[in-house]
Every structure is written in C-alpha cells, then in structure tokens.
C-alpha cells in the first residue's frame, strides 16, 4: 500500500517529527532537576565552596597556633593584651585606656563615686 501525499509532504512531516522529538529531548534534559546549566552551576558553586573550606582550615590552623603560643608563653599574652586591648601594666594593678567615650564616662563615675566613697569614710 502506498501512502497518498507528495513525497515533499512526507519529508516535511518527518522533518516535523523529528523536530519535535529533539524538542523533547532538549527539554528533558535542560530543564529538569539537574539539567545542564545546574551541573554548570552546581560545579561553580562546588569550587567556590572548596576555596573558602581551604581558608577556614588555614584561618583555624593560624588560630590553634596563636592559642598554643598564649597558652605556653606569658610574654605573648602580656603584648596581645598591650597591642590589641590597651592594657598597661603597673606596679601593682593593670590599667587600661579606653576609646569608647560612653565606656569612658561610665568608668569615672564609677570611679568618682569609688573615691567619694573612700573619702566619706
């Protein structure tokens, strides 16, 4: 049995069908759950993730050995206290400075009512 149609109908049907086959195809694979723009994505997002996980065990390693060397040697805790919080050691109390202006004016009247305390007595 013969089909009825041009044979230039047949190829464009088929051309049509074939068409929407790849149409499928493609959707099928682009925009489902891992298409792959996603894996493209996911696999960015996976190097981005691997480079800030090497620089939080570098940033930790740094920190366990500043605490291993504050935990062994007191020179090294005495200057952190200096360079980074101001502290001064006198003779027989730390002192400290302070830049914060609303810390700054609670601690003297603090230390005012501490002085008129001793004072009075």
């Known amino acids: 049995m013969a089909r009825s149609g041009k044979p230039g109908q047949l190829w464009v049907r088929r051309l049509a069908w074939g ?6 195809l493609w959707a099928a694979i682009e925009q489902g759950e891992y298409g ?3 894996l493209l994505r996911q696999r960015e997002e996976k190097a981005q993730l691997e480079s800030d996980l090497a620089l939080l065990r570098d940033t930790v390693a740094a920190l ?5 060397q504050v935990s062994t040697d007191d020179f090294t805790l005495e200057r952190i206290a200096r360079e980074e919080h101001g502290l001064v050691k006198g003779e027989k109390e730390l002192l400290y400075w302070i830049d914060d202006p609303e810390a700054k004016a609670r ?7 501490a002085d008129s305390g001793q004072s009075s007595s």
Not at 19 to 24: C, E, M
Not at 107 to 113: F, K, M, P, Q, T
């Open 64 to 68: 366990d050995a500043t605490l291993k």
């Open 19 to 24: 068409a929407g086959a790849l149409a499928i």
């Open 107 to 113: 601690a003297d009247s603090v230390r005012a009512a």
């Open 36 to 38: 792959s723009s996603d």
